[in-house]
């Protein structure tokens, strides 16, 4: 007999239909019970909720219904009824039950509740048979699939640009080679560097920090694209918001000014988060109630209000006047900390802040240039409880002032030649941003470290799992 999902007997009961039999198979939560019945809570990953097993323990052999213990997985077999108890509206009365494997009491680490996030993150392929994980990778799923859908519905195609690359251009962090040389035994050149003409691709290449110079090809031609991939960082900062490979979406759209680039993010981010409460309530739910009592109070705000948009400039004259004493010191022309996007969005404003216009020293070669000679069309969405949750920009659209740009960096021309050509065939204004996924899980399940919403974390000194 083919199984039913947990999910939906609890959720379309009337479809699956009382007094049917049913298969369910899953994973045992708990098992109480005396000498005539057991009670097993019964989870198989679909939802947050278990459906309750009762076992007449007269119908079965007494020392098989023994050996189930927490993390057994089984296959269960039996009728369908309203339950009389209270904390379940149905369950499934035990006809047949096969023990499909055991989990040893003594070794098994997760049998009781209440275990912390750093002790679950030493047992990452353990972790997603917990609520908890179970309800974050739920989440997780979700978001990918709405954020597909939001774009796709909204006239975006799905670029696929490459991990590997020889581009060192975007400079949007430290790079991790990419190489097959022997290292015990490098090639050296007659000055005794490297010599990359024997490596896999006969030049330097490194894991991808960014797709979005391919993206910006690829917008210059299907007008709105986005990317939706792995992207690496070997940056050595081991802070609760940085992962070492993490996932980006990277939306380019031709003929967008800041403007609608910061319409673009404000709408996408509220529909991600929309989808959430709308089919992962269960999820949300148990997140509420066992972890952050602000989640979906707060997930709700986000929806119902209107960033604020506001420029660096103005934003460093709030953070000068707050009389507030931050670590890192607050003066124009300095990048902003955590502690300063922060207590923009979660002291002086309570909302999220969109900042723009940045001072072109601290951003990228290729954003667009303001009037003022000094700032360039930079957007960075703040969030409660993140900080930046996405960067982007307009892009400079000029050949001649992006070529200023590159030699004032002391940057290769060459190597951005096809990027150059976008400006140099039908260039056109342009925008787009990066939203780091993991960040906004941070933000939708209410997790405090990035650690916790990807399956398996990489940061330094950690690829374990
Ligand atoms: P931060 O200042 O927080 O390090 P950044 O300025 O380096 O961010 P961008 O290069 O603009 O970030 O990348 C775009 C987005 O990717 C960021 O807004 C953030 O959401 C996400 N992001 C950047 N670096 C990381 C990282 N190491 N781990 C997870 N997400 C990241
Ligand atoms: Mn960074």
Not at 435 to 448: A, I, P, Q, S
Request: proline residues 3%; glycine residues 6%.
């Amino acid at each position: 007999m083919k199984e039913t999902r947990i999910v939906k007997i609890l959720k379309e009961t009337t479809s699956v239909g009382i007094e049917t039999i049913v298969n369910v198979k899953g994973w045992v939560r708990t098992k109480r019970g005396n000498n005539n019945v057991a009670f097993i809570a019964l989870n198989d990953g679909s939802t947050v909720l278990n459906i309750q097993v009762v076992v007449d323990i007269d119908k079965f052999d007494e020392n098989k219904i023994k050996q189930i213990t927490t993390g057994t997985s089984l296959s269960v077999t039996g009728k369908l009824v309203v339950s009389t108890g209270k904390g379940q509206s149905v369950e499934i009365l035990a006809d047949e039950i096969e023990i499909l494997g055991l989990a040893d009491t003594e070794t098994f680490p997760l049998q009781k509740k209440g275990h912390s996030m750093e002790f679950l993150r030493s047992i990452a392929h353990l972790r997603p048979r917990t609520n908890y994980f179970g309800c974050v990778l739920r989440l997780r799923h979700a978001m990918a699939f709405a954020i597909h859908k939001y774009f796709n519905d909204n006239g975006f195609f799905y670029l696929h640009t490459p991990i590997i690359t020889s581009a060192d251009a975007e400079g949007a962090g430290e790079m991790f080679r990419v190489t097959t040389l022997n290292l015990d035994n490098i090639p050296r050149d007659e000055h005794g560097k490297v010599n990359y003409s024997e490596d896999f691709f006969g030049k330097p290449t490194n894991l991808t920090v960014s797709g979005q110079l391919n993206g910006e090809m690829g917008a210059m031609a299907l007008g709105k694209i986005y990317t939706f991939g792995p992207t690496f960082r070997a940056e050595n900062s081991n802070t609760p918001r940085h992962l070492a490979e993490f996932w980006m979406i990277e939306p380019e759209m031709a003929f967008y000014d800041l403007q609608d680039n910061m319409d673009t993010a404000e709408e996408f981010i509220k529909y991600c988060i929309h989808y959430a409460l709308e089919n992962n309530f269960d999820d949300l739910q148990f997140l509420n109630d066992f972890f952050d009592k602000e989640l979906i109070n707060r997930l709700q705000t986000i929806i119902d209000v209107d960033f604020i948009r506001l420029s660096y400039t103005e934003a460093i004259d709030i953070l000068i006047n707050s009389g507030r004493k931050f670590e890192f010191k607050v003066a124009w022309g300095t990048d902003l900390q955590a502690e300063h996007e922060r207590y923009l969005v979660e002291q002086h404003f309570k909302k999220p802040v969109i900042l723009i216009d940045y001072p072109k020293e601290i951003k990228a070669f290729y954003m667009k240039q303001n009037e003022d000679g000094n700032t360039v069309r930079a957007m960075d969405v703040l969030f409660p409880k993140i900080g930046e949750i996405i960067g982007g920009s307009q892009r400079e659209e000029s050949l001649e002032k992006l070529l200023s740009a590159i030699q004032e960096r002391n940057m290769s021309q060459d190597e951005l030649r096809y990027y150059l050509d976008t400006r140099r065939f039908g260039t056109a204004i342009h925008s787009g941003f990066g939203l780091g996924f993991e960040r906004l899980l941070l933000f939708v399940t209410g997790m405090t470290n990035i650690r916790d919403v990807i399956p398996f974390p990489r940061t330094p000194q950690n690829a374990e799992f």
